[in-house]
């Protein structure tokens, strides 16, 4: 085949495959051989290209046309018209949400052109399956330069430079990290890659592993020479089939081209990688649990010290990283540890990957350097709120993080300045919430999620959780009583100084941050038995004023027949048989039925 | 792939690989077929073909193979544009899948202009 003049990427990550990316690829395989174009034009499969708002998302080079929301319906189009006769089909550019105006080119999108993406930089632009285009990235040369000229102290020394810290949550520095590690003395180590990642909201990791996983690999090799190991672990959840058989796939390419194995780049260092499928509890991301369930044993954590660079896995010094910072890795070996600590604030170095979710109008992955603010991250890159509603807050960090309201949203984002405003880095999963979600409500469902996968083992977080969630229930449901948000306060305190590990120590921090910054909507509920931003059904109900012409479309409406009244005369609710599901209040065209 | 021994080895796949996602950067030096309606009833698909044959014949990776629509200058489709980074636009046309290896060669690689195949100057705004 001569060289393609056209390359057209379609992304098969999670999110694109799920609303049919699969059928996408496939139809344009069989479009353009049936127009003659197979010789000149290559369909290319990529990992996640983080705008998954968009998906399913296709670009075309050379132009850069960025095409959304594609179905395979519209194949047949772009390839007629766009590829045969280059023609750009309009109605599948992407819109900005603010200015409804239509953007060709993927790099003028506002969602893109904030970001700054080097660990991102291959997801959704190269294929992850293949080797060589890895390899045409700059892939593998750190592991080469790392191995060719630098000594394993050097190593470290660099990533001590740096500045990194882990991007899994607690934000340790790694080069740190990696130091207890190499001056842990045993003739045996292992590195570890967590790739449990657990936070609802968060898929950064996915796309990492699914879109660039030899990234991945290269990270992990640089970092057991520096430890001095040779051999690693990758422990990723089942839930993530994809991204294990791209991981499983790179593996075994790499072992082929010499790359993992014996002997490396004739330098005479061997690293082998395995990987272990794990069956998706929250805790096992922790690092002790996670340990002991690559073991075979049951995923709990246990207390340190001792830390796993003194006795990790199987009781060996081990170094456990996250997905995200292992990423970062090749890149630092290739630009050099002083170009990379460029980027960033002062205590906090590098980007950092968000995931936009909730109440957002991009949905997707955000890179962006440190030291940015909250308000450019939700409004320029995520495009504001859906539906033009109001701002609420922000649930950063996932069930471990807290939220921020309006006020803080033009603090710059580090690791230091989230923890003085009660939130935690986390893993980068952003929930944006707008004016109709409840606190309290938000609160209740991060306790839900904790209390469901506490594993049981420590009393703080097994009882503490519990009786928590049993608090915010009844204040949800109209029992709630005075008194019980000091409960709830002096409750999460002995959590935080009481619980085994920092899952459970951080389990309270949805409820402190909520009590610091909307402690008003806890009063409304407990005193007044009213839900302010009416989301918590057994505190609200509906009502048809006088405004009512009698049109009968809301007992039309109602799935449960609450609504009686006479055409063109005053309809009426029975709160006995309402459910308040709202569809009544939607449809009214008078605007004649309240909440209250 | 073979085992990579060495640096070089890895340098030389990466060349390679660069060269095949060429397409993906953004190019300044570019061919660009008319491809409307007319320009496909006079044969640009004969010319669109000749120029990937001619590119690939002379291993030229870093040029991007456009296409465009109508431009209203039908009765002298096929028309073919050569843009170079620096300089003027040149339309040719009618363009014959023969004429190819000639503007190719003595345009795009050489820079100089096959005057009597010219339709068009579009100057360079810079």
Redesign the interface.
Known sequence: M??????V?VCTGTGCTASGARDILAKFGEEIKAKGLD??ISVVETGCQGFCEGGPLVII????TFYTHVKVEDVAEIVEEHL????VVGRLLFKEPMTAEKVPNYSDIGFYKKQHRLVLKNCG??NPDS???Y??A?G??AL?KVL?TMTPEQVVEEMKKTGLRGRGGGGFPTGMKWMFCAKSPGPKKYIICNADEGDPGAFMDRSLLEGDPHAILEGMAIGAYAIGSDEGYIYCRAEYPLAIKRLKQAIS?AE????LGQNI??TGFNFSLHIKEGAGAFVCGEETALMASIEGRRGMPRPRPPFPAVKGLWDKPSNINNVETFANVPYIFRVGAEEYAKLGTEKSKGTKVFALTGKINNTGLAEVPMGITMREIIFDIGGGIIGGKKFKGVQIGGPSGGCMPEQLLDTPIDYDSLIAAGAMMGSGGLVVMDEDTCMVDLAKFFLTFTQSESCGKCTPCREGTKRMLEILTAITEGRGQEGDVEKLERLAKSIKAGALCALGQTAPNPILSTLRYFRDEYDAHIRDKKCPAGACTALIGYKITADCKGCGLCKKVCPVDAISGEMKGQHTIDPNKCIKCGACMSKCPFKAIVRG | MNKITSLEDLRKIKAASQEKTEARKNNDTQIIIGMGTCGIAAGARAVMTAVLEELAKRNLTNVAVLQTGCIGMCQKEPLLDVVRPGEDRVTYGPVKPSDVPRIIADHLVNGVVVEDLVVAKIPNKE
């Open positions: 001569a060289l393609a003049r056209a390359h990427l010789k000149e080079y050379p132009e850069g045969l006769k280059g023609r632009h190269i080797l060589e285009e390899i045409g700059e593998y040369e080469a060719l390419q082929e081209a010499g790359l780049l004739g």
